[in-house]
C-alpha cells in the first residue's frame, strides 16, 4: 500500500497501516508507484503537495487511479482527488479522481479545529474523527456515495475504490478506516 510521502502526515498513515499488519511504501516518484496497488494521500496542505508532486507521479497516479487503483484520501487528500476545488489556488489543478467539488478550509477560523464522533456504516458504528481546515464536499454526482455525514455536512464519501474523508482518520488511534480502505482493496484484487 503506497502513502504520497511528499508532506503532511504520511508518518502517521504509514503507521496506522503497520497497525493493520500491511506495509506502507512511501511515494515520492512516479517509479514508487509501480511498486504498490493502492494509495493513500495524506492530509496537509493539498496547495504544497500539488506543488511538490513531480508531474510524471501526477500523471502516474491520474491514469492508475483511472484504470481502478484504489485511492483514498484524508482532508488535504479528499482535496486532491477532486473534480472541483473551491478556495484553491490558481496553479492548484486536482488530480479529479472522483467526482465531487469541495471548499477548502470550510469550516472558517472560528471552528478551524475540532473532533467529533461520525457514524457510519463503512465503520459499523461511531468513531472518533479529528477535523483540521476540511474541506466540505459541495457538489457530488449520483455515483458518489455519503459513507457520513456531521451536522448537515457529507464528510465521508466512495465513489467505487475511491474513497475520500473530510478527516483525519490517521491521527486517532480506530484503525476501522484504515481496515475500511483495505477491505475496498481487497474487492478490487
Ligand atoms: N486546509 C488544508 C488544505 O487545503 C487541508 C487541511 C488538512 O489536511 N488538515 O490542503
Redesign the pocket.
Same mark, same amino acid.
Given at each position: 500500500m503506497g502513502v504520497l510521502a511528499l508532506q503532511?502526515?504520511f508518518r502517521e498513515h504509514l503507521a496506522a497501516l503497520r497497525a493493520c499488519e500491511v506495509e506502507g511504501v512511501p511515494i515520492r516518484l512516479a517509479s514508487d508507484l509501480d511498486a504498490v496497488d493502492a494509495l493513500i494521500l495524506? $492530509? =496537509?496542505?493539498?496547495?504544497?503537495?500539488a506543488r511538490l508532486m513531480e508531474p510524471g507521479l501526477r500523471a502516474s497516479i491520474q491514469r492508475r487511479g483511472a484504470a481502478g487503483m484504489p485511492v483514498m484520501g484524508?482532508?488535504?487528500?479528499?482535496?486532491?482527488m477532486a473534480r472541483d476545488i473551491q $478556495? =484553491?489556488r490558481a496553479d492548484q489543478e486536482p488530480l479529479k479522481l472522483m467526482d465531487i467539488g469541495v471548499r477548502?478550509?470550510a469550516y472558517g477560523r472560528q471552528i478551524d479545529?475540532f473532533e467529533a464522533e461520525i457514524e457510519s456504516p463503512a465503520i459499523g458504528g461511531a468513531g472518533p474523527a479529528v477535523?483540521?481546515?476540511?474541506?466540505q464536499v459541495t457538489e457530488r454526482s449520483p455515483e458518489v456515495k455519503e459513507l457520513a455525514s456531521h451536522a448537515g455536512q457529507t464528510v465521508a464519501v466512495r465513489q467505487a475504490n475511491k474513497l475520500a474523508l473530510a478527516f483525519?482518520p490517521e491521527l486517532t488511534s480506530d484503525r476501522r478506516w484504515h481496515q475500511y480502505f483495505l477491505s475496498i482493496d481487497g474487492e478490487h484484487r
Open positions: 503532511g502526515d495524506p $492530509g =496537509g496542505e493539498s496547495t504544497t503537495m484524508t482532508c488535504a487528500g479528499m482535496i486532491l $478556495g =484553491g477548502r478550509n479545529s477535523f483540521i481546515r476540511a474541506p483525519h
